[in-house]
């Protein structure tokens, strides 16, 4: 089945730096591939979202990029700030349209 | 995006007892609604597909007598936990997407479920 690895489990910035962090898929008849944020206990909260038919999309201090060839797509955080601390999950949808997660990434933001 | 409301926030029960977990999509119509278990410091695991009017697609390795899955109305999935066990506490949690070739799918806030 669908398999889709995340790296790196650990991320540690300094406020102000950027933080990327990437996954690869192994459908490639996926299609659409989102980014979720979770913070404890909470929901994961969908931050952006990319389809195939594209290579990069921006949203503010946000962007994913992807690459159908290589089959991996990262998320990139420029301009970091503690509030962007928490666990981000990438995800593919497959061909089946059931989402599949990476293991997740703890991102923590240093004043 | 989407409100998905989940009943109970949290539960504890005692082994050997069932546990019911409701789904809700407030603001639109969902035929189609999923599953989804996340143990501490894990990613959140598919459990099953829900589908209005019809039964449930499990994942491997779920058990389908133990997690029934009941999706009566356009608007609400539940999950029952049949006979739970310690192993079984965990966060729950579910999502809908709104269909019609709509992939992103939105949370609901998820039940954490603790038994004893």
């Known amino acids: 089945g669908e398999n889709v690895e995340q790296h790196p489990s650990t991320l540690s910035v300094q406020e102000g730096d950027s933080a990327v962090i990437k996954c690869t898929y192994s459908d490639s008849a996926s299609n659409y591939f989102p980014w979720y944020k979770q913070e404890l206990g909470k929901r994961p909260q969908l931050i952006i979202d990319?389809?195939?038919?594209?290579g990069e999309k921006k949203d503010q201090r946000i962007a994913v990029t992807l690459n159908k060839t290589a089959k991996h797509f990262s998320l990139h955080i420029t301009e970091t700030q503690p509030e962007d601390s928490a666990v981000y999950f990438c995800?593919?949808?497959?061909?089946?349209?059931?989402?599949?997660f990476g293991q997740g990434t703890t991102l923590q933001v240093k004043p | 995006g989407a409100v998905v409301s989940q009943h109970p926030s949290r539960v504890i029960c005692k082994s050997g007892t069932s546990v019911k977990i409701e789904c809700r999509s407030l603001?639109?119509?969902?035929?189609?609604m999923f599953w989804y278990r996340q143990f501490p410091k894990q990613s959140l695991m598919l459990m099953a597909t829900?589908?209005?009017?019809?039964?449930?697609?499990?994942e491997q390795g779920v058990e389908k007598d133990k997690f029934l899955i009941n999706h009566a109305s356009l608007t609400l999935s539940t999950l029952t936990v049949t006979s739970a066990h310690p192993e079984d506490s965990s966060f729950y949690i579910c999502?809908?997407?709104?269909?019609?070739?709509?992939?992103?799918?939105?949370f609901g806030p998820g039940t954490r479920l603790l038994v004893l």
């Open positions: 829900s589908n209005e009017g019809s039964k449930a697609t499990y």
């Open positions: 603001d639109f119509q969902a035929t189609t």
């Open positions: 999502s809908v997407n709104r269909g019609l070739g709509e992939e992103t799918q939105y």
């Open positions: 990319i389809r195939s038919n594209v």
């Open positions: 995800a593919d949808s497959g061909n089946t349209g059931k989402l599949i």
